[in-house]
């Protein structure tokens, strides 16, 4: 009787030790994401569903898309949500086996006065209507944040070879898209936003040019991969992937804006 005591005990031992040793699994999922989304209140509007279904729990930081990135450099996120195709290639290919998944889209505009100074409504492309923004000598407020939306300007100032930094009519804000918006209200002043943190920020500017061919704004999801960081929650990460390809996910963000707005504010990719 007492051998048999001795053995379940160590039985027992036995399978405390393989429980300890077991890693438990890891429910709470670090999201670095642009501010478009915050901003514009597409993360907590899918937040709370995306955390019922799955049981998962999101903590979100967000900053300009390259900010947003580098934290996936430092360990400090287990998957990002951006909008810099540049940028997210320029990350996945450090070697990681990490894969950029587009999964929606919506559109720059460029918002400014409603009496248009610069004559930007009407005009067929954002580089017609940055031009014209030069010729009239009009101040743009940038983020200046090396964000998406701050990349997409850049690469509209390159397609018409105009350096605006140091020029009079230009001012960098440093600032996340919100920020740069209150500046060009306070200033009247031209700016690039994505069309969702505008419509959902108190200004008196005007949306004067969207939806051209040069203006399209598409948002990626990666997780981080665990060749990369090995403590890195890569079955949460994927866990919110899966999930943003449900009816769920995709119905919430095709009806995002709707009641309030009379539109969409952001649109699935197919």
């Known amino acids: 009787m007492k051998r048999f005591a001795l053995i379940m005990i160590c039985v027992g031992l036995l399978f ?10 890891n429910k709470v999922i670090q999201m670095s994401t642009t501010t478009s989304v915050n901003d514009s209140g597409l993360m907590a509007y899918l937040q709370p569903v995306f955390e019922k279904e799955t049981g998962y ?29 540049s940028q997210e290639e320029a990350f996945i290919g450090e070697g990681f086996d990490e894969t950029r998944i587009p999964f929606m889209y919506n559109f720059f505009v460029i918002v400014g006065p409603a009496d248009d100074p610069a004559g930007v409504a009407g005009k067929a492309t ?3 209507a940055f031009q014209a923004i ?6 743009f407020i940038s983020r200046g944040d090396e964000s998406g939306t701050h990349n997409k300007e850049k690469a509209i100032w390159t397609s018409i070879n105009i350096d605006p930094v140091g020029q009079t009519w230009y001012q960098s804000t440093g600032a996340g898209m919100g920020a740069t918006l209150t500046v060009a209200n306070e200033q009247q002043a031209y700016t690039l936003s994505d ?34 960081f090995e403590d ?20 919430m963000i095709a009806e995002f804006g709707v009641a309030e707005y009379g539109e969409p504010l952001f649109f699935n990719l197919d």
């Not at 999101?58 to 360990?75: P, V």
């Open 16 to 25: 405390s030790a393989v429980a300890c040793a077991a890693k438990p699994e």
């Open 57 to 85: 729990t999101l903590e979100i930081t967000s900053a300009g898309t390259g900010a947003a990135i580098e934290k996936g450099r430092t360990g400090d996120a287990d998957i990002l949500l951006v909008h810099s195709k």
């Open 126 to 128: 954002a580089a017609e």
């Open 134 to 139: 030069v010729d009239s000598g009009a101040t």
């Open 195 to 228: 069309k969702a943190t505008f419509l959902a920020h108190d200004n008196t500017l005007a949306l004067l040019l969207e939806a051209t061919d040069d203006m399209k704004n598409t948002y990626s999801v990666i997780a981080i991969s665990s060749k990369r």
């Open 232 to 251: 890195t929650n890569a079955a949460g990460a994927q866990a919110f992937i899966d999930w943003l390809k449900t009816d769920t996910a995709r119905n």
